[in-house]
């Protein structure tokens, strides 16, 4: 009976050795593997991995978008995906692509039923990231942005572990204090993991009325930035609010290929400098 579990467990360790040397491989294909992060839900954390996704894109980038939201997967409303269905090709899963130079995928595009409620443990929840990572035929990608759920669980813990070299991570806030807090436990995580902090994004930093143009800041303004100075993390940008990102999420279409001239997208498109001129250092 002894040497019997003994075989067993070198068996499990080969299979997960050979496992890990899988996604080893697939992420070797991956020039920067980029993680968004946010400490509370409704902060638009989705919004802004998507729309970051098509912005590196449109500038050149090969990309890749994951979506390991298990409970609350967004990106197939984003980009209007419900008919959606990921193919398999010889055992490896086929992302679906979005565009030339952009590619997805999400477990909302494998459940039969959009309304279907995912009821998973942590273990569960492991083994669909561990899937992703190693059964998608990503390919050669500059960009894999990694759109995690909300805190700091087993969704953003899991896939740090399994790409075992993160390049580093978005955070992802709003102004107002009670978003600031949690934001300050995702940094936290971060560095106990020895994850670089990319920089932090303030979303919906205030609002531009359409009729008269005037700025009201109605989540306040500037606390995403004073966190970072305070917390030594750069500072990607500040996205303020404009009702035309939730059109633009409800047709399908991401805000910054629909409204190419807004200054909505010109602020996503300074974030998305700074990391291609490698203004941005990871801390």
């Known amino acids: 009976m002894a040497k019997q579990n003994t075989g067993q467990k070198q068996g499990q360790a080969q299979k997960q050795e050979a496992e890990r040397e899988q996604i080893r491989r697939r992420m070797d294909q991956i020039k920067e593997k980029i993680i968004v992060l946010s400490g509370k839900g409704g902060v638009g954390k989705s919004t802004v991995a998507a729309n970051l996704a098509v912005s590196l894109s449109a500038s050149g980038k090969n990309v890749g978008l994951l979506d390991i939201d298990i409970h609350g997967p967004s990106i197939p409303d984003i980009f209007n995906l419900k008919d959606q269905k990921i193919?398999?090709?010889?055992?490896?899963?086929?992302?679906?692509?979005?565009?030339?130079?952009?590619?997805?995928?999400?477990?909302g595009l494998l459940l039969r039923n959009q309304?279907?409620?995912?009821?998973?443990?942590?273990?569960?929840?492991?083994?669909?990231?561990?899937?992703?990572?190693?059964?998608?035929?990503?390919?050669?990608?500059?960009?894999?942005?990694?759109?995690?759920?909300p805190g700091t669980g087993d969704e953003p813990l899991s896939v740090i572990q399994l790409i075992e070299n993160?390049?580093?991570?978005v955070v992802v806030t709003t102004p107002q204090q009670v978003a600031l807090s949690?934001?300050?436990?995702?940094?936290?995580?971060?560095?106990?993991?020895?994850?670089?902090?990319?920089?932090?994004?303030?979303?919906?930093?205030g609002f531009s009325c359409p009729e008269c143009g005037h700025t009201t800041d109605?989540?306040?303004?500037?606390?995403?930035?004073?966190?970072?100075?305070?917390?030594?993390?750069p500072f990607l940008g500040k996205i303020p609010?404009?009702?035309?990102?939730?059109?633009?999420?409800?047709?399908?279409?991401?805000?910054?290929?629909?409204?190419?001239?807004?200054?909505?997208?010109?602020?996503?498109?300074?974030?998305?400098?700074?990391m291609l001129a490698g203004e941005v250092k990871s801390v």
Do not use: H
């Open 87 to 107: 193919m398999s090709q010889n055992g490896n899963l086929i992302p679906v692509r979005l565009s030339p130079t952009l590619v997805a995928i999400s477990i």
């Open 115 to 149: 309304d279907d409620p995912v009821i998973w443990r942590g273990p569960m929840k492991y083994q669909m990231i561990k899937q992703f990572l190693q059964k998608v035929e990503w390919g050669r990608l500059d960009y894999l942005i990694i759109d995690s759920p």
């Open 166 to 169: 993160p390049d580093g991570a």
């Open 182 to 205: 949690d934001v300050r436990k995702g940094i936290a995580f971060c560095r106990s993991l020895e994850l670089p902090v990319i920089g932090v994004i303030e979303n919906m930093s």
């Open 218 to 233: 109605i989540f306040k303004s500037g606390g995403g930035e004073k966190l970072a100075r305070d917390m030594g993390i």
């Open 241 to 274: 609010i404009d009702p035309k990102i939730v059109e633009a999420c409800e047709s399908g279409q991401p805000y910054v290929d629909k409204y190419k001239d807004s200054s909505v997208v010109k602020s996503f498109n300074e974030a998305v400098s700074s």
